[in-house]
């Protein structure tokens, strides 16, 4: 974390070690060095050398939360040395403070370093960081600035956790999961560790020729998280998809369970026929089934016929379902040779679609 200065610098850092605030900030640096009585008359003089003329310095603001054990804090170094520029002093270094409880981590980096890292902070605790600079005049003499304000941040060492992710309007089938509509509205619960709250959810679509990440931020962070997102999908209709989601903290720690789905949508039924088969063309021999979306009421039972007009299978559903579905096999279980196939609502001639199955 700390690197070692010129040795001009090494007295003046022994004094500031010991000065510093009183016996109590002694005690929390855990000081072990005993200063003889010569050292002690110089130690009196030393206040006097904080130049109320030194503007303090400003650390970049720290988030609320930082993850992990290990942090970096930052400055603009350009700003400090114009700073010490305008004064007509040499800058040498800087001191670097994290504090939390009675705990003082600190030490000295070069005066052309910008951040300082610390390691082993402890989770849950509000962290204050501070700095100050030390630059020395054309006769030769010490000067330190006052410390900047402090920055606050607390270590969140555990990652969120996303518990559920489910679709309340996904329509499952056999093979291929699907919605109608292109909004997705997703119920997503999720929990952070007691030292974090959770940020953001994620959600990733992918198909082909479509790949987009989307953030939704939580208006309040929270531990626990139980909501609602819509989500407008990319990717047109009847296409396959994929969807991935995850959550990420306060710390901008991402979730390690990151859960899958994979559907396609159908257009509302006002801007489509009443029937559809997707796929289509469909390969049974890989796998595939034929989903036939029906946008008529009480339909329960339809018909797929070969190209000669012979009777292939009778398909059925309850008529509250929205759809068929069709595996490629015939009334016997076997596989239907390649080729195009029409399937007919029972009762309703008029309504049908062509299949292929290949």
């Not at 890292?117 to 030769?140: C, K, N």
Request: hydrophobic content about 40%.
């Amino acid at each position: 974390m700390i690197r070692s200065l010129n040795k001009g610098l090494v007295v003046l850092i022994l004094f500031n070690f010991v000065l510093m605030t009183g016996k109590a900030a002694a005690e929390t640096r855990k000081q072990t060095l005993r200063s003889t009585a010569s050292l002690e008359q110089t130690l009196s003089n030393l206040s006097a050398m904080i130049d109320p003329d030194m503007p303090n310095p400003l650390l970049y603001p720290e988030p609320e939360f930082t993850w992990g054990n290990q942090n970096t804090v930052f400055w603009n170094v350009d700003s400090i040395q114009a700073l010490a520029d305008s004064m007509n002093v040499t800058l040498i270094a800087f001191e670097i403070e994290a504090q939390f409880g009675t705990t003082i981590l600190w030490g000295f980096v070069d005066a052309n370093i910008d951040s300082a890292l610390f390691h082993s902070l402890p989770e849950g605790v509000a962290i204050d960081y501070r700095l100050r600079y030390y630059a020395q005049t054309v006769t030769g003499q010490f000067r330190m600035s006052d410390w900047s304000p402090s920055e606050r941040s607390i270590q969140d060492q555990e990652p969120p956790q996303l518990k559920s992710w489910e679709i309340p309007d996904l329509q499952q089938t056999q093979s291929l999961d699907w919605i109608t509509g292109n909004i997705l509205w997703s119920h997503v619960m999720a929990s952070d560790s007691i030292y974090g709250k959770v940020m953001q959810i994620a959600l990733h679509e992918e198909s082909e020729g479509q790949s987009q990440t989307t953030f939704y931020d939580i208006e309040t962070p929270s531990i626990a998280v139980d909501t609602l997102v819509p989500y407008p999908l990319f990717t047109p209709p009847n296409t396959v998809l994929n969807l991935s989601v995850w959550v990420i903290d306060v710390a901008g720690k991402a979730s390690t369970d990151t859960l899958h789905q994979s559907l396609f949508w159908w257009p509302y039924d006002e801007d489509q026929a009443q029937i559809i088969c997707y796929p289509n063309p469909f390969c049974p021999t890989q796998g595939e089934i034929s989903v036939i979306k029906v946008n008529a009421p009480l339909v329960s039972k339809a018909r797929v016929f070969d190209p000669f007009g012979n009777l292939v299978i009778v398909l059925e559903k309850q008529a509250s379902q929205l759809f068929f579905e069709w595996n490629g096999l015939n009334q016997n279980g076997n596989p239907v040779a390649r080729g195009g196939y029409v399937l007919v609502i029972d009762g309703q001639e008029d309504l049908y679609c062509k299949i292929a199955v290949y």
